[in-house]
Structures are given as structure tokens and as C-alpha cells.
T-cell receptor, first 112, second 110 residues
Framework: NAGVTQTPKFQVLKTGQSMTLQCAQDMNHEYMSWYRQDPGMGLRLIHY???????DQGEVPNGYNVSRSTTEDFPLRLLSAAPSQTSVYFCASNPGSGNTIYFGEGSWLTVV | KNEVEQSPQNLTAQEGEFITINCSYSVGISALHWLQQHPGGGIVSLFM???GKKKHGRLIATINIQEKHSSLHITASHPRDSAVYIC????????????FGSGTQLTVLP
């Protein structure tokens, strides 16, 4: 049971480049989410999905795009990378309200 | 003001000491989560609770809904407990979205 798998673990981008962070879970969870973690701040919600075909914005959605074509996968796309998007990104999943949340290992992104 | 406040921000203890980390929140919640994050590593869920107290090994989590406060206790602390401990709440309006505290960095010295 792999849980939540994120790739890549490390990435360096140039300003203006685009990329996709991949997230997959094998627990058949309906709810998946993307967070970013910056020094001195709590994790902040970027986008989330409550099931295949359904996505919504979180607290800091600007500059990011998501889709949920299957229950398993929830990729996060950076459309035109900016230095302000340098951060650690975490994907998470849980089966629903009142349940334990599972996190991926994190993706360290640097935009130069 | 953050909806979720943790204290202390940093904590250094000697091996064997009893440790308490506090979390206060200002909104109605459906559940509170305690998470652990090791350096360079991922985030692991320790507890999820909506009332009372839970215990797992040397870790104990309590919550007082009326006072909007939770504590995470570590008994007989060990250097391997060194990590960032994060409090997060599921708000009543959207039980599956979490609001996070900024974390408590715990260092346990041998």
C-alpha cells in the first residue's frame, strides 16, 4: 500500500516555465488537496477536490491549476512559474469528514 | 490573527522530560488534528480528535471544546521525538478543509 505518492521530490524551474507536480493515492479516497508550506507559516490550501471531476479553490490558488479526471490522481500545474512560488508542496488525501488525513512526502520547488 | 495558534514556537527539552505543546483556535471545529513533520520528511498524522482524550504510546492528545484548546503531551521524551508538531482544525463549515497552525519545533537533547 503506497499511500500518497508525490513526484518529483525536488525541482528547479526558471521564471516563466511551467510544470506539473504529480500526486496519486491508492486508498480510494474521495477528498484530495494541495498545500504549500513556507517558512514561519502554516500549510496553506491551494486547491482541493471532493471527487473525480470536481475541484475548487483554496486560500492561495493564483498561479496554479488542477484537474481530477480519476479518483487516484490529482496533478497540480504551475502555469508560469514565479519566484514567489518557491515553496514545499504537499499533496494530501482523506476518505471524508472526520477521518485521518494522509500526506505525500512533499515536493521541494525552487523558482529562479 | 491566525485562526489556529500554537505555543511555544520552539521548545528544547532534555531526554526524559514531559513535554506539552498547546493549540488554541478561534472558530467552530468538527475535528482537530495533531501532525508530526521530521526534517526533510513528510507529514504524518498522530491524532484526530473531536472530544476528550486519545493516547498512543507515549503521546497523549486532549481537547477542550468549550475552551477551544488542545494539548499534545509527550511522556519520557526521546531525541527521536525531535520534529515539528503541527495542529490543524477542520472547521464546522467545511469538514474536509484544514486550517493549520504554524507548528512547534521540538528538540530533545540526549
Amino acid at each position: 500500500n503506497a499511500g500518497v505518492t508525490q513526484t518529483p521530490k525536488f525541482q528547479v524551474l526558471k521564471t516563466g516555465q511551467s510544470m506539473t507536480l504529480q500526486c496519486a493515492q491508492d486508498m480510494n479516497h474521495e477528498y484530495m488537496s494541495w498545500y504549500r508550506q513556507d517558512p514561519g507559516m502554516g500549510l496553506r490550501l491551494i486547491h482541493y477536490s471532493v471527487g473525480a471531476g470536481i475541484t475548487d479553490q483554496g486560500e492561495v490558488p493564483n498561479g496554479y491549476n488542477v484537474s481530477r479526471s480519476t479518483t487516484e490522481d490529482f496533478p497540480l500545474r504551475l502555469l508560469s512559474a514565479a519566484p514567489s512560488q518557491t515553496s514545499v508542496y504537499f499533496c494530501a488525501s482523506n476518505p471524508g469528514s472526520g477521518n485521518t488525513i494522509y500526506f505525500g512526502e512533499g515536493s521541494w520547488l525552487t523558482v529562479v | 490573527k491566525n485562526e489556529v495558534e500554537q505555543s511555544p514556537q520552539n521548545l528544547t527539552a532534555q531526554e526524559g522530560e514531559f513535554i506539552t505543546i498547546n493549540c488554541s483556535y478561534s472558530v467552530g471545529i468538527s475535528a482537530l488534528h495533531w501532525l508530526q513533520q521530521h526534517p526533510g520528511g513528510g507529514i504524518v498524522s498522530l491524532f484526530m480528535l473531536s472530544s476528550g482524550k486519545k493516547k498512543h504510546g507515549r503521546l497523549i492528545a486532549t481537547i477542550n471544546i468549550q475552551e477551544k484548546h488542545s494539548s499534545l503531551h509527550i511522556t519520557a521524551s526521546h531525541p527521536r521525538d525531535s520534529a515539528v508538531y503541527i495542529c490543524a482544525v477542520s472547521t464546522s463549515g467545511s469538514a474536509r478543509q484544514l486550517t493549520f497552525g504554524s507548528g512547534t519545533q521540538l528538540t530533545v537533547l540526549p
